[in-house]
């Protein structure tokens, strides 16, 4: 299996956030970064990321979702495209 990009989609208010040694996100971290992988968090609203340079996108932690539903449904055509 080849080395892919994973961004793990989190929300500005985890966006600063740091794993903890015994957190459901380290140990996914852990694991994906064990088979190869490279990982990183990423703000589903930051305009700065650049999407196409993922190979998978994981909507794990976007809890501000709700809040913006318009602009996250629009986030998930942007990332569909």
Same mark, same amino acid.
């Given at each position: ?7 793990? @989609? ?5 966006? =600063?956030? /740091? +794993? ?22 990423? @703000? ?5 990321? =650049?999407? /196409? +340079? ?28």
């Amino acid at each position: 299996m080849s080395l892919q990009q994973i961004a793990l @989609v989190t929300c500005r208010s985890l966006g =600063d956030y /740091t +794993a903890n040694a015994d957190s459901e996100d380290e140990r996914l971290c852990r694991f994906l970064a064990e088979k190869g992988h490279k990982i990183s968090f990423q @703000v589903w609203d930051d305009d700065q990321v =650049d999407w /196409t +340079a993922f190979d998978a996108v994981i909507i794990k932690s976007p809890w501000d979702y709700f809040d913006k539903i318009n602009a996250f449904y629009t986030w998930l055509d942007k990332l569909e495209a």
